[in-house]
């Protein structure tokens, strides 16, 4: 496997993407500023082979003139110049190209790393307007753009501007007013260029938008394949799929119209330039003002500077393009969790000091413990991680006291009623088991997304061990809080990959993990053990299998909360209960709140917070509910 090379300065990218400049040639230029290296390396070499290609012209005049004066032989130094200059700025430009090619790569991979990090952080609320298939578009095709700022920019331009004002300096030498003719000339074309190009900019930012909406087309159907090919919805695919392809279609094919039409234009305005050049020339020199030599020389060095004059145009639009898809890189920061700031190394080591240090023994001691108590942790482990704690390297343990006042979710663009959560108010002791019931959207996961920090409330207060909820740093609060949803996402990759999540542990704390939940089994009988494939989408295991690889990645962070959103729904009545007895098995003492359907949990429950039209209706232990809530008799016997 290739060595994965180094992102280029990632934090000037950070810090570019978080605080953009408001100008887009400022940010241009900060694009630049991450690889200075690059950027001089890039200048000397263009502004070299900008050098030597104003040789030229001087070694073709003379070789005419001397031509006039002498025979073929006197031909050869000045004719073996011509050819090793053109040798010679070719390997500088080749080189130029390379260097700039290389740089603009490694900014993209930055920049992708960066926007990457960016979409991982995005609040679960926000994904309604971001789908993945956006953010997929914005780090993947958006990125890619910006190559063109190395390889195609402002660095290049200067490279082009010291060709233009070389070769001006020498025309003006050799005949003033032929060269003022043709600055005039060669700016009124450019003129007409740049007209072009801002037609050109305007087709290509609608280029992009397709584009990314086909992505994200494509995306949304690619993850649901096996739900399309079983409900035979191929052709249902195909059609959103040919539809959004088609809008491509026809934004590429105005941008392919404007480009078609300016390439032409250009060279035809460029060549009109040059023929009335040509002409005014012409007649210079039947007037005797100027030498066939030198007429040689002026003709190159016009053809020289309509280049890059016509290049800066080209530079202009690209310019411009990738300005746009830095916007839509940049608009990131919009939907990321402000205070949560990015993941780095440093986090990753907290997490995993947390999880070695703190290890907590969940298993019950065969002592009835009151709902109340405290969590069942290993003596001199706990003390151990308090008094690391103590030095400021861990995070503060979590108890679990829970208490919400009054709070309301609203979310935006829900019209069916005001609050997902309405005025709820209640208290959980650590070590209690919170059952949540009620009929569908009574804000069950709502209420499960506000207590990991996914959702924030629009009114009222949450308090996790007597601090406001959003006082908690989301990272140091998260790796304390366990959360396993229906789905079980596992990625494709191995057995333990799917355990670890990035975390550290031993290869025996994964096999005492997999022991505890009953999985040991099943991945001991494949072939390459913790190192198994799972499979794309972990086909490779069943529902009760990823429930329990699920319960096991949890219990690896040693949760001091436990968030469990209908994880029983999609399992037959042997496997929900078995799932429920483990986790009360390996994770019991630890404050839980299980929402769900039917009376699935309730056993386990120390209290039930009955729900309605996100509302709380009534909250008490399942006696309690049984003897005197008609809704919680309805809700119990589905
Ligand atoms: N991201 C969202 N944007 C807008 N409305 C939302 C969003 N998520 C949930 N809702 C709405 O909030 C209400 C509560 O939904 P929630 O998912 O919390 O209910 P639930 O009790 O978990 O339902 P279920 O048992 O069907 O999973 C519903 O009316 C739902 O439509």
Redesign the pocket.
């Known amino acids: 496997m290739p060595a994965v090379p180094a992102p280029a300065r990632p934090n000037r990218i950070a810090q570019l993407l978080d605080e953009p400049p408001h100008h887009p040639v400022a940010r241009l230029w900060a694009l630049l500023r991450s690889n200075p290296p690059a950027v001089a390396s890039i200048l000397a070499l263009t502004m070299a082979a900008s050098l030597v290609s104003l040789a030229q012209p001087v070694l073709a005049g003379r070789a005419v003139s001397l031509l006039g004066s002498g025979g073929f032989r006197q031909l050869l130094v000045p004719g073996a110049m011509l050819v090793g200059v053109a040798l010679m700025s070719s390997v500088l430009t080749a080189a130029g190209n390379l260097v700039a090619a290389q740089a603009g790569n490694r900014l993209v991979r930055s920049v992708r790393d960066e926007a990457s990090a960016r979409a991982l952080r995005i609040p679960a609320?926000k994904l309604?307007d971001h789908p993945t298939a956006d953010l997929v578009a914005r780090c993947g095709i958006d990125s890619e753009h910006l190559v063109e700022v190395f390889t195609h920019g402002p660095v290049q331009f200067v490279g082009g501007l010291l060709l233009v004002v070389g070769a001006l300096v020498r025309m003006t030498m050799i005949d003033p007013v032929l060269t003022a003719t043709a600055l005039v000339l060669c700016l009124l074309a450019l003129g007409v260029i740049v007209v072009l190009g801002s037609m050109l900019s305007g087709t290509s930012q609608a280029r992009q938008e397709a584009q990314g909406e086909f992505v994200a087309e494509c995306t949304r159907s690619l993850d649901s394949v096996l739900v399309l090919r079983a409900f035979v919805a191929d052709a249902f695919a195909l059609d959103r799929l040919s539809r959004s392809s088609g809008e491509l279609q026809s934004a590429a094919n105005a941008n392919d119209r404007a480009r078609s039409f300016m390439g032409p234009v250009a060279a035809l305005t460029m060549q009109a330039t040059l023929l009335l050049v040509v002409g005014v020339a012409v007649v210079r020199v039947h007037q005797s003002q100027l030498a066939v030599g030198s007429l040689v020389e002026f003709l190159m060095y016009t053809m020289l500077i309509v280049g890059p004059l016509a290049g800066g145009a080209d530079t202009a639009a690209m310019m411009a393009e990738a300005n746009g898809a830095l916007n839509r890189i940049v608009e990131l920061r919009e939907v990321i969790d402000r205070r949560s700031g990015i993941a780095d190394g440093s986090d990753a080591g907290t997490l995993a000091a947390f999880t070695d240090a703190a290890r907590v023994d969940h298993r019950p001691t065969g002592v009835a413990q009151p709902t109340s108590s405290v969590l069942l942790v290993e003596p001199t482990v706990a003390e151990a991680a308090e008094a690391l704690m103590a030095t400021g390297a861990l995070p503060p343990l979590l108890r679990g006291n829970v208490v919400f006042d009054e709070v309301c979710v609203r979310?935006r663009?829900?019209t069916?009623?005001e609050f997902?959560l309405d005025h709820v108010s209640f208290h959980a002791e650590p070590g209690q088991w919170i059952a949540l019931t009620?009929p569908?959207?009574?804000?069950?996961?709502?209420m499960l997304a506000v207590l990991e920090k996914f959702v924030q409330p629009s009114s009222g207060r949450v308090l996790v061990d007597g601090v406001p909820l959003d006082e908690h740093d989301d990272d140091t609060y998260r790796s304390q809080v366990g959360y396993i949803d229906q789905s079980c996402p596992l990625f494709s990759g191995t057995v333990r990959d799917n355990l670890l999540l990035g975390r550290r542990a031993s290869d025996e704390r994964c096999w005492e993990l997999l022991e505890q939940v009953g999985l040991a089994a099943t991945v001991g009988s494949r072939s390459n053990g913790l190192d198994a494939a799972v499979g794309e989408s972990a086909y490779a295991f069943s529902g009760g299998e990823r429930q329990r690889l699920a319960i096991a990645r949890a219990l690896l962070g040693n949760p001091r909360m436990l968030l469990l959103d209908?994880i029983t729904s999609g399992l037959d009545a042997l496997n929900r209960q078995q799932v429920m007895d483990l986790i009360k098995q390996t994770m019991g003492g630890v404050t839980t709140f299980a929402?769900g359907?039917g009376h699935f949990g309730m056993d386990h429950a120390d209290a039930v917070l009955v729900?309605e039209n996100?509302r709380l209706m009534d909250a008490g232990s399942p006696e309690e509910l049984r003897g005197r809530s008609e809704l919680f008799r309805s809700l119990v016997k589905v």
């Open positions: 609320h309604v979310y663009g829900d069916s009623r997902a009620g569908s959207g009574s804000g069950k996961s709502t209908e929402s359907h729900l996100g």
